[in-house]
């Protein structure tokens, strides 16, 4: 019977792991493709794809076609499509830093306000501070599609709507990550802040030595969950943004498959690379961060 039951355990493994390893290449497969076509030659690239996109008119748009031949291995492989998008077409890096302008503020600031107002939160107790703490996690539940409006009417009324500051002052603000760094902290043993307050440390002290240190892991998931998330935004620039010239990226990969199909392909290249070299760099801290729910490794 125990070699039965072990068994029976052994399979499930195994078909756990085929399971797995198919979601896997269904998953990597449009970020292989991107990458394997980028190299392809416009011809190649016509000759696979051009039936997705030959035959848009102003009134019918064919996307979809029997005759598409997907190719992970290019028959000859080019660098035109690169040299085309970094040092032909300035549109696309224009973009690109538009992307970085808006994006690396809004995750700097906010975690900088998100790490002082987690340590309020998990420090102090009080009716004003559960108010205050229960309006940040509507807030989160909400989408943002919910505070696109009056996002739009604030930033009307105040100036601001058609700049960049209409994007970037809401997600500074954001409640995401102080709602994720307050469940954090404040599983921060107490001992560890009666302990540096004994020694004399001040409230900057304590955030400094012990909160941050020991949350570091959440302090990178955030980071890297609210740059993918910016990065990848849409809806704020198209109705945030009405200079195109001022649209990140994002926006742009939409209008670029009307024109060059290689070029789409390479510059959906580019725009991964930050986000791929992020996670790669700090992929156990965000699997960590993301999992923690116990004790301070010590």
Request: one cysteine or more; proline letters at 4%.
């Amino acid at each position: 019977m125990a070699l039965s039951r072990r068994q029976k355990t052994h399979t499930l493994n195994i078909a756990f792991t085929i399971f797995a390893c198919a979601a896997a290449v269904l998953f990597l497969m449009p970020t292989v493709l991107t990458i394997a076509n980028s190299f392809m030659t416009s011809s190649e690239i016509s000759a696979n794809y051009g039936t997705m996109f030959g035959n848009m008119t102003d009134d019918t748009k064919v996307f979809i076609s029997d005759n598409v031949n997907l190719k992970f291995i290019p028959d000859k492989v080019t660098f035109d499509q690169y040299k085309a998008v970094l040092l032909k077409s300035p549109d696309y890096l224009l973009k690109f830093w538009n992307s970085v302008i808006l994006t690396v503020p809004i995750t700097l600031f906010q975690l900088l306000i998100a790490i002082f107002a987690s340590y309020g939160f998990s420090r102090y107790n009080g009716k004003i501070k559960s108010i205050i703490f229960f309006a940040y996690v509507i807030l989160m539940l909400m989408p943002y599609q919910v505070t696109l409006v009056p996002n739009f009417l604030v930033a009307d009324k105040t100036g601001l709507l058609n700049t960049r500051w209409a994007i970037i002052l809401p997600g500074v603000f954001a409640p995401f990550s102080i709602f994720l760094l307050t469940k954090v902290m404040k599983r921060i043993p107490v001992s560890y802040i009666e302990a540096a307050k004994l020694d004399g440390a001040s409230e900057f002290q304590i955030l400094a030595k012990i909160h941050i240190p020991l949350c570091k892991s959440a302090i990178v998931s955030v980071v890297m969950l609210v740059f993918i998330d910016y990065w990848n935004m849409v809806e704020q620039p198209l109705v945030l943004l009405q200079d195109k010239d001022k649209h990140p990226l994002s926006v742009f990969l939409s209008q670029i498959n009307s024109g060059d199909v290689g070029l789409a392909f390479a510059v959906g290249v580019v725009y991964m690379v930050p986000t791929i070299l992020m996670f790669l760099y700090g992929e156990d801290d965000l699997v960590e961060g993301i999992t923690y729910s116990g004790g301070i490794k010590g």
